[in-house]
Structure formats: structure tokens, C-alpha cells
């Protein structure tokens, strides 16, 4: 934080935050300067600002005779959605647990179950218990994009995994190295995963039972 917020609080506070207080690791960031200190719009977006953006592209792709999004911000906004989702700073291992877990409620809460069920139907699924990430990996299965299997959706299931073998379920395990990399890591593999997608969505199209087509078509 800056020194001008800190002056802010009571002087008590104050005095409480100082034993805290630690040497600076780096410098002030090129973005941060740009931004706060000369008043300018950032001349690259951020890693969340770039998932927001995979996101809401997912968000706005409409599949050909279906009503209905494919991702929708759980909460109604990208705001409530990625509420807790800020990037590790330390290699505190409780700041990690808490990116994966709201890095996993962004992305994977917002799959809507009910149109990707229809997709998968159209394919010939008849599994009711599948999830939002079974149905995903049965529609590019259906077609034959197993490359995608692995780059995206082996993604999005391990950190769902990761989310559900929380600490908080006796099991948590953090990743040898640097959290604070594996983290910034994580964040562009997840956006990477959900590009992928896009581009298959947006040109996905569906395989409609003779049925619907209409009598005599």
C-alpha cells in the first residue's frame, strides 16, 4: 500500500502496522507508476483484467438454436463474481489457498449447466449427473478434440480439484516452489483454457435430432 493511505488511519494503527513493516523486494511496477503516479491510462491490461475480458467473451458467444449464455458472472456481475480474486504478493501459503479458491468460483461457477446440457445432448448424452466441466469435456470429446481436452478443460477440472481438496477438507497441499509463481501461473493458464473454449463455442455446431428439423424436412 502506499504511505498516504497508511497516514490515514488513527496514529495508534499506526504504530500497530509498523511492527509489520518490511523492506520493499522491488520497485515501484511500470503499471503502477503509469497509473498512480503519472495519472495515465495502463498501456497493457493486467492477468485479471485479461480474464475478465476471455470471460465476458465467453459470456456473449451464442450457440446457433439455443437460447441462453454459456458462462454467466455468478452474483449478475464480474464484480460479485471475482470478489476475493487478487494476485499473491507473498509466499504465504492461506494467500494462495484463498486465489485458488476464488480463481475457481470466477471461472467455474459461471458454466450454465442447463444450456451445456443441451450441447451435450445434441451429441447424444444421456447422462443427467454430469457437471458443468463433465458436460464441457463430453461436447469436445463428441468432437474429436482431445487436444482441447487436455489444454483447457484438464485446466479448469484441476483447479476445480484443487478448490474441492481445500484445506479446509484435511487435505490441502501447496505446489513446491514459489506460490507467488505458480499462482501468476496458474492465473494465465486458466485464461488461456477459457480463450480456447471461445474458439470452439464460436464455431461449434450442433448435431439436431431429424426431429426438430420439422415434419416431412
Not at 523492506?23 to 515501484?28: Q, T
Not at 437460447?67 to 460479485?80: D, M, Q, T, V
Amino acid at each position: 500500500t502506499y504511505a498516504i493511505y497508511l497516514s490515514r488511519l488513527p496514529y495508534a494503527e499506526q504504530l500497530h502496522w509498523l511492527q509489520y513493516n518490511v523492506k520493499p523486494k522491488d520497485g515501484v511496477s511500470k503499471r503502477a507508476f503509469r497509473t498512480d503516479f503519472e495519472g495515465n491510462f495502463p498501456e497493457s491490461r493486467s492477468e485479471l483484467e485479461e480474464l475478465k475480458a476471455a470471460l465476458l467473451n465467453l459470456e456473449s458467444i451464442k450457440v446457433s438454436g439455443l437460447e441462453g449464455h454459456l458462462w454467466a458472472p455468478k452474483g449478475g456481475s464480474w464484480e460479485n463474481a471475482s470478489k476475493g480474486l487478487h494476485l499473491v504478493h507473498t509466499e504465504n501459503p492461506n494467500q494462495w489457498h484463498d486465489f485458488v479458491i476464488a480463481l475457481a468460483n470466477t471461472v467455474n461457477e459461471g458454466f450454465q449447466k442447463k444450456i451445456l446440457a443441451k450441447i451435450a445432448s445434441s451429441f447424444g448424452n444421456n447422462d443427467n449427473t454430469l457437471g458443468s466441466l463433465g458436460l464441457i469435456k463430453f461436447i469436445l470429446n463428441a468432437n474429436d478434440r482431445n487436444d482441447l481436452i487436455e489444454e483447457a478443460h484438464a485446466e479448469l477440472n484441476e483447479l476445480q480439484q484443487k478448490r474441492s481438496q481445500g484445506k479446509a477438507h484435511g487435505a490441502w497441499k501447496t505446489p513446491n516452489g514459489s506460490l507467488i509463481t505458480d499462482s501468476k501461473d496458474r492465473l494465465t493458464r486458466a485464461t488461456k483454457a477459457i480463450m480456447k473454449l471461445c474458439k470452439f463455442f464460436e464455431t461449434l455446431k450442433l448435431i439436431l435430432p431429424p426431429a426438430s428439423l420439422g415434419p416431412g424436412k
